[in-house]
């Protein structure tokens, strides 16, 4: 009885499925993935008996817009259709009479029957059609539950700062690798598979590969509050992160992000916002457009003072002064600079000058100031002062060196011998000589 069954099974399967079939997907779902195709049966339809994993050579397959279709046969991806349009499958493996040759098409049948016999009436083979939503996947909200590094990088104002940030918003994503994602992630679903399978998983992921990026981002220097404005680097720099767990293990690929806000420490918020100040003070045009600004808004508040905008202006003008004023002092402030500093360059030239003249021409310069060369000074008729001996050098306690009888500096009398002196060293000395260096007294 087994073997008639078998037979009976193995002729009536065969027939069977000698129909063509026609595969169809209705719109996928935004929260699918995948689904398995539908075999069209209507009620005016023969074939309500064939098997359900099994293609006839010749079926048709309808492939929709934001689709791509596999077959999988035995468990291997056979073929695949991402184009609109019917896709006609064409394998030997299920061969029917309604296509190709009839007397080649009926060896074939014949050869079918003997295999389903050898599997007890069975088909002995597994064919499906699998559809993949193409479509951008959108919606998927993020948000950053812990702080992410930030290195702020600004030349411009000399800004070197390590952060963290917060941020929140949505990202979409599509399968652009059908086959990386049946092979590694879905397989052979029985009906379909949802994105909520794998939700938590790519959100994970997602947010690890938010630190990363933001490294890019800062090498750009791009501050934080710049990352909403530079969404087409952030996606490049997502995925050249998950390229290697998105991409070529599950055929994903990041297609937008918008970024909803993005926060960190006020303490350090605060300080971008001061060097940021200090670099735009320090430009004197920038400085004098601030000026500008803060009149014109002087007006403004002195046009709608309720106490009358005499008062106001009044306010202004001073505010207006107290700026001139402040501008003027520094530019009087910038003029005394470089006066001193040519001051000082010219008496540098001057004594150098002196110098030059002493030492070829024997000049001296008396106590009023004035250059002389011969005994007495034409100015004010005081002598030439004597040579005095190197070694009638005494110091001042003021620390000045000095050869005559009074220091210069402060006007103290040389000590008188016998009292105390200050040696050269610095020693305040009693004796003849110094305990110090030994030196003996001027």
């Avoid at 005081?382 to 210069?408: D, E, I, L, R």
Wanted: charged share 20%; with cysteine; glycine share 10%.
């Amino acid at each position: 009885m087994g073997l008639i069954k078998a037979a009976v099974g193995a002729a009536g399967g065969t027939l069977a499925d000698q129909w063509k079939e026609f595969f169809y997907c209705e719109a996928i779902d935004k929260e699918i993935m995948v689904v398995k195709g539908q075999k069209r049966t209507g009620g005016r339809s023969s074939n309500t008996k064939g098997s359900d994993n099994i293609i006839s050579n010749g079926s048709g397959i309808a492939v929709a817009d934001g689709q791509c279709m596999i077959i999988v046969e035995q468990g291997k991806v056979v073929e695949i259709c991402a184009e609109p349009g019917e896709f006609t499958f064409d394998s030997t493996t299920s061969p029917t009479v309604f296509s190709g040759d009839l007397g080649d098409s009926i060896v074939e049948t014949l050869k079918t029957m003997g295999k389903r016999f050898a599997y007890g009436g069975d088909t002995g083979a597994d064919q499906r059609v699998y559809y993949f939503n193409t479509k951008e996947l959108m919606d998927n909200k993020f948000g950053t539950p812990n702080p992410i590094p930030f290195r702020v990088l600004d030349s411009k104002v000399n800004l070197d700062l390590d952060t963290a940030v917060r941020c929140s918003g949505v990202y979409s994503y599509k399968i652009v690798d059908p086959i990386r994602f049946y092979t590694n992630v879905c397989g052979n679903v029985s009906e379909e598979y949802r994105r909520e399978e794998i939700e938590t998983q790519l959100k994970t992921e997602f947010i690890d590969a938010l630190q990363p990026a933001f490294g890019e981002l800062s090498n750009l220097e791009i501050r934080p509050n710049q990352i909403v404005s530079h969404n087409k680097e952030l996606k490049n720099a997502v995925n050249e992160a998950l390229k290697e767990d998105w991409y070529e293990k599950r055929g994903l690929e990041i297609v937008s992000i918008a970024i909803g806000s993005i926060t960190l420490p006020d303490e350090d918020a605060e300080y971008i916002k001061q060097a940021q100040r200090s670099r735009a003070f320090s430009d004197p045009s920038m400085g004098a457009g601030l000026g500008a600004i803060a009149g014109a808004d002087a007006m403004k508040a002195a046009a709608s003072n309720e106490g009358g905008a005499m008062n106001g202006f009044i306010g202004m003008g001073m505010a207006m002064n107290a700026n001139q004023m402040n501008n003027a002092a520094n530019a009087n402030l910038y003029a005394m600079g470089q006066q001193n500093q040519q001051m000082q360059q010219q008496q540098q030239m001057q004594q150098q000058q002196a110098a030059q003249n002493a030492a070829t021409t024997g000049s001296w310069t008396c106590s009023c100031g004035t250059q002389a060369t011969g005994n007495f000074c034409p100015n004010c008729g005081s002598p030439k002062p004597a040579p005095q001996p190197a070694g009638n050098t005494w110091t001042c306690s003021c620390g000045t060196q000095v050869t005559g009888n009074f220091c210069p500096n402060c006007g103290s009398k040389k000590p008188e011998v016998g009292g105390a002196w200050t040696c050269s060293c610095g020693t305040q000395v009693t004796g003849n000589f110094c305990p110090n260096c030994g030196s003996k007294r001027p």
